[in-house]
């Protein structure tokens, strides 16, 4: 006789358990037939009782899924005892039906294995549910990737658990160099000492002071450099933990148009006054300058007094000189363009520089070949002569400058190299800052002036002291319509 006779064999209580469980509960002999079906396996497969008890296993089993089930068994048949694994079951409409599965050895009272119980929990609820985690998961991660701003997520701690990829072109840390890390890393002192005392004294008083309101701050790149950026923060409690996201967006270029707004405004108030002056100063200084020289025409040529006249009048030049490059700096003309041909340019304002008696022992060599472009010879003849000059002086008058012109996507590159002692970090920050200078005689005004006419041209200029020692001013220009 079969140790298996039907669900009515087995005592009361046992019976009524199985049939009140939500989880479907079945039997099979050692020969994989189901011998027990309970209520919760009909409403989950569509079988009743009666037309699965009898049947092989196999009934609830996937074609493609056989092999594995059958390994399964003979598993729990060798004495094994199966712990919640996923498989995959088929109803009897044929719907395939996600399910975990505990399988136990049934033995006699003997010990012999002769089955097995399958307790299976129905997973689609589950699965779905896990579906729509994942899809709002990939959605929410799809708006945070494409987002432009920089977007980074903390946790009450400071913490960093998200940092998308503005985040990453912003800052320059890839995001796993700072997940898990603290926020603060990505602030400039005296901020970052002073962050988490922020969030802990938030956590405690609830006092908004940055959230939902948003400010300007200052952040730290992973190369040290700062910049400006507008923060804006929002909380979120995620399975009641509090979480903080910031959305970051870069002020650098607001802030660069600004700081130029203003300086194109002090460079009208500038060009205001710088007329203002060479309409009054300029026209009663060449009246004093002539009336000194009829003066100094009355003197003996090697007196005292004739070569104080001769100090006075190259002192009224100097000033008269220095009305000039105010007024060219702060009304610089518009540059009226024209076909030249960069190194006669530069060859030919070389040659003029060289003509200063201090300057003789200075050469100048022109390598490369730029091709012609449009621009305005006497603008850039202005630009290049103080360039040769400063390099002149910092060689002390005796020494070799030279001179690169070249194309480059689309741009004239023309670099002027010495090999003089090079400019202090410090000084090099504010070189094209007006009226500022180290020479003891001097306005102040070349390098600026040469910028303003540079950038007139929709070029740029900059300077650079190479690790080897000496300066390069490197000054590009766009090709134009020739």
Known sequence: MSPFRSADAAPGVLSAVLEASDDSILVVDSTGCVRSWNHAAERLLGFAASEAVGQEVGLIVPRDQRDAFAALLDRVRSGDRIDAIEIVTSAKDGRRIDVSLTASPVRDSSGAIIGATLIGRDLTARKRADAALLASDLRWRSVIDSAVDAIVVIDGQGRIEAFNPAAVRLFGYSEAELIGHNVNELMPSPYREEHDGYIGRYLSTHERRIIGIGREVTAKRKDGSTFPVHLSVGEMNVG???????????????????EQLRE???????????????????????GVRGAIQVIGTRLPADSRDALMIREIIARIDALNELMKDLLLFARPPQPRPAPIDVAALIATTAGLVKSDPALREVQVTVEGAAPTIAADADLLTIVFENLFVNAAHALNGRGAIRVSADIR??????????????????VREKIFTPFFTTKARGSGLGLPTAKRLVEAHGGTIGIDCPPGGGTTVTVRLPVGRV
């Open 240 to 258: 009641g933990t509090r979480k903080f996201t910031g959305i970051l967006h870069d002020l650098t270029t607001r802030v660069r148009m600004e």
């Open 264 to 286: 194109q405004t002090s460079l009208v108030r500038l060009g205001e006054m710088a007329a203002v002056l060479a309409h009054e100063i300029k026209n009663p200084l060449a």
């Open 409 to 426: 996507d689309g741009v004239c590159l023309i670099e002027v190299h010495d090999a003089g002692p090079g400019i202090a970090p410090d």
